[in-house]
């Protein structure tokens, strides 16, 4: 009787260091599987694409910072009439086209606001404009009349973008390595 009790006791005992085993096999397979879905989604196109609140803020206040260009007499225009007048090929009073104006004043605000470099977290910069009509293909859709950027988006492993809606859509997208 003695000899039944001690063998059912060993069995209890092995059944509990089996079901131990095993639960911790799965918690390491999960903690494995975790790290390389992470590493796979900082490395897919580019790094994670991420929504900003503060890059649509500064789009949204650009478009109303006065620039030196004049393209209706007597006032300096603004940034958002300058990249509308950019869209229809208009020229500054001082024979500069708005696009030039517009592409000169971004790149101003961008080493001024948003300092990119190979040595800094902020590796790339990038600012396009599009139309309504232009966006439907997201894949293939290219800026419609500018394009600034700064730095070098191969360097990039996160993305935070942030977009202007007015007649046109301003999109920016800032690059970090983390």
């Known amino acids: 009787m003695i000899d039944k009790l001690i063998k059912n006791i060993e069995r209890e005992k092995k059944g509990q260091q089996e ?38 803020n500064f789009l949204s206040s650009s478009m109303k910072y006065t620039t030196d260009c004049i393209l209706r007499e007597p006032f300096y225009s603004e ?14 009073a001082d024979s500069r086209t708005a696009c030039e104006v517009l592409n000169q004043t971004y790149r101003s605000m961008i080493e001024k606001l948003w300092i990119v470099g190979s040595d800094r ?14 966006i439907e293909d997201q894949d293939t859709k290219q800026p419609d009349f500018f394009f600034t950027e700064s730095g070098n988006e191969s360097l990039c492993s996160v993305k935070r973008a942030g977009r202007f809606f007015g007649g046109m859509i301003v999109e920016m997208n800032v690059c970090k390595s983390e």
């Not at 079901?19 to 590493?39: K, P």
């Not at 940034?79 to 500054?92: H, P």
């Not at 590796?123 to 404009?129: E, G, L, T, W």
């Open 121 to 134: 977290p902020l590796k790339y910069v990038s600012i396009n404009a599009f139309y309504q009509s232009d």
């Open 79 to 92: 940034l958002g009439d300058i990249a509308e007048g950019c869209y229809s090929n208009r020229v500054c």
């Open 19 to 56: 079901i131990v085993g095993f639960i911790l096999i799965v918690v390491i397979i999960v903690v494995i599987g975790v790290i390389f879905l992470g590493i796979s989604l900082r490395n897919a196109n580019g790094g994670v694409i991420q929504d900003d609140v503060e890059m649509t």
